[in-house]
C-alpha cells in the first residue's frame, strides 16, 4: 500500500473519475428527485447508478459567551417525521432557488430563534453523503447574536429553542436526542474552529 501525506491526497486522481452519461428523472418530490445516470469508467466499465438531487441546506452554529466568558450555543428540540423522534439540533433550513446560502443562514437563524447574527463565517460547505446525494450543506458559525423578535415558523413546524454549554454540546452531540449526523459534523467544524482560534491567541 502506497502512503501518502494529506497534500498529496488530491494529486493523481484522474484516472478515477467516471464519465457521465444519460440521465434520467425517476422521480420527483418536494424536497428531493431521483435520477438514474449512466457513467463509464477509464477501464471501459460502464453502469447506471442512483443520483438524489436535494435542495441545498445551512447549518448554523450560534455561539455566545455568558457572563462567565464560557461559551454557550443556542440549541433547538423539534420532532422530526423522517426517525418518528424529537431531535436536539443547530439551526438549519434549505437555502431557496436563487438565494445565497449566507443570506439563507441569516433568515433561518432569525425565523427559528429570533436572533440575527453580527457576524457570520462559512466554515465549510460539504456533500451529505457522496455516494448518492449530489447537493451541499453550508456549515455557518453565528456570533454577535442580537434578539431581534420572536420565531416566524412555517406553518408544521414546532421548535423549543435555548442555550447550552458548547461543552455540554461536544461531549453529548451523537447520543441519545442529539443523533442527527450532519449535527455532529456541525460539531466537529465548530470545535475546531474556536481551537484554532485560541490557538492564534496564544501566539
Given amino acids: 500500500m502506497q502512503n501518502k501525506n494529506y497534500s498529496e491526497i488530491e494529486k493523481d486522481i ?5 464519465k457521465s452519461g444519460e440521465r434520467k428523472r425517476l422521480f420527483d418530490c418536494p424536497i428531493l428527485s ?3 445516470v449512466v457513467r463509464e469508467s477509464q477501464d471501459g466499465r460502464k453502469g ?3 443520483e438524489v438531487e436535494c435542495p441545498r441546506w445551512v447549518i448554523i452554529m450560534p455561539v455566545y459567551r455568558d457572563e462567565s466568558g464560557a461559551y454557550q450555543v443556542i440549541m433547538e428540540e423539534q420532532y422530526r417525521h423522517g426517525s418518528d423522534s424529537v431531535t436536539l439540533e443547530y439551526p438549519a433550513g434549505i437555502v431557496e432557488e436563487g438565494e445565497d446560502p449566507s443570506a439563507a443562514a441569516k433568515r433561518e437563524l432569525l425565523e427559528e430563534t429570533g436572533y440575527e447574527a453580527g457576524s457570520l463565517k462559512l466554515l465549510a460547505a460539504m456533500c451529505p453523503n457522496n455516494a448518492f446525494m449530489s447537493n451541499r450543506q453550508y456549515y455557518y458559525l453565528a456570533e454577535d447574536l442580537k434578539k431581534a423578535g420572536g420565531q416566524k415558523l412555517d406553518d408544521n413546524e414546532q421548535i423549543d429553542v435555548f442555550s447550552l454549554p458548547l461543552e455540554d454540546v461536544i461531549e453529548n452531540m451523537g447520543n441519545g436526542i442529539a443523533d442527527n449526523a450532519l449535527m455532529m459534523a456541525a460539531t466537529g467544524l465548530l470545535a475546531r474552529e474556536l481551537k484554532q482560534r485560541e490557538g492564534r491567541q496564544e501566539k
Avoid at 14 to 18: A, E, R, V
Wanted: charged share 10%.
Fill in 14 to 18: 484522474d484516472h478515477l473519475i467516471w
Fill in 48 to 50: 447506471t447508478f442512483i
Fill in 34 to 36: 431521483v435520477n438514474s
